[in-house]
């Protein structure tokens, strides 16, 4: 039997073990191959179930007394989200906002943190979003902004930054980091561990952005020891129009980073819990 043929195929789906999963999402034209995830994941029976009910007997019922539980949703999804997706424990995880939105913050809190330094560093083949907005970072707090050219062969293999790399532009000025966990277009793996340990040795943080990561690999972010991290829900996460984002912060940094956004909740006494009350 050639691999080519379509029996051949037709059993290789048959005894796929993730082939029941297909009848888990809506699917109204079973001739369309639906490979386009990365932006927008197929839609599950299970949310549309999930949504209606909320509207249905919690917005419907409960209007604003909703409010009593609905305060700590960022929290309950985040440690949820954490423990599946992410490698991380309790209380470290919010699912909120726009990943602009808090990529922004976590960049200014971190660069906030470090007083005095005024170096950040990116890679050209990062998200266009992101380079925008530490662009603009830069240009309002005088920042030198560093982008690496790993859009050059001559410099990275497949526009991966590895810690070898990252080292020869690294300096005491280095304030943060930020680089995607995958590119987003050559799909390169960054070693999240070793990149964060080596700006770390030179006192900066590391953001990563794991929006196309989220959902598709393991990163382990307590194990690796990664402090900031940002990422979306509707890639590999399945989510939908609108959905929120995500901001992971470590223990280890909380009560170093302020929340640049102050709000209703902005009290900085414990500024996890502030970060967690402005969030809704």
């Not at 999930?50 to 007394?65: C, K, L, M, Q, R």
């Not at 102050?262 to 006494?269: R, S, T």
Request: charged share 20%; hydrophobic share 40%; aromatic share 10%.
């Amino acid at each position: 039997m050639k691999v080519t043929d379509r029996a051949y195929a037709l059993e290789l789906d048959k005894n796929d073990p993730l082939a029941p999963y297909r009848s888990k999402f809506v699917i109204t034209d079973p001739n369309l191959c639906y490979l386009d995830g990365n932006s927008l994941g197929r839609l599950p029976h299970a949310t549309v179930k999930a949504v209606s009910d909320f509207v249905s007997h919690e917005w419907g019922n409960e209007v604003v007394t909703g409010w009593s539980h609905w305060i700590d949703e960022a929290q309950v999804a985040g440690d949820l989200l954490g423990r599946a997706a992410l490698g991380a424990a309790a209380g470290q995880v919010l699912v909120c906002d726009t990943t602009s939105v808090n990529f922004y913050q976590l960049c200014l809190a971190a660069i906030k943190a470090r007083p005095g330094r005024k170096t950040v560093i990116t890679d050209a083949a990062n998200f266009p979003t992101d380079r925008y907005i530490l662009a603009g970072i830069a240009e309002q707090l005088g920042l030198n902004l560093v982008i690496i050219d790993n859009e050059d062969p001559a410099v990275a293999e497949n526009e991966l930054i590895t810690a070898e790399l990252l080292e020869k532009y690294m300096s005491e000025d280095v304030a943060l980091v930020t680089l995607e966990v995958i590119q987003y277009r050559s799909g390169a793996r960054s070693d999240i561990e070793s990149i964060t340990d080596l700006a770390r040795s030179y006192g900066a943080f590391v953001v990563w952005d794991a929006s196309h990561a989220t959902g598709a690999i393991e990163m382990n972010f307590d194990e690796h020891g990664v402090d900031l991290a940002i990422g979306c829900t509707y890639k590999y996460g399945n989510s939908g129009p609108g959905s929120p984002a995500w901001l992971y912060v470590s223990k280890r940094v909380q009560k170093e980073l302020q929340v640049p956004i102050q709000g209703w909740f902005g009290k900085p006494i414990d500024y996890w819990n502030s970060w967690c009350a402005n969030r809704l």
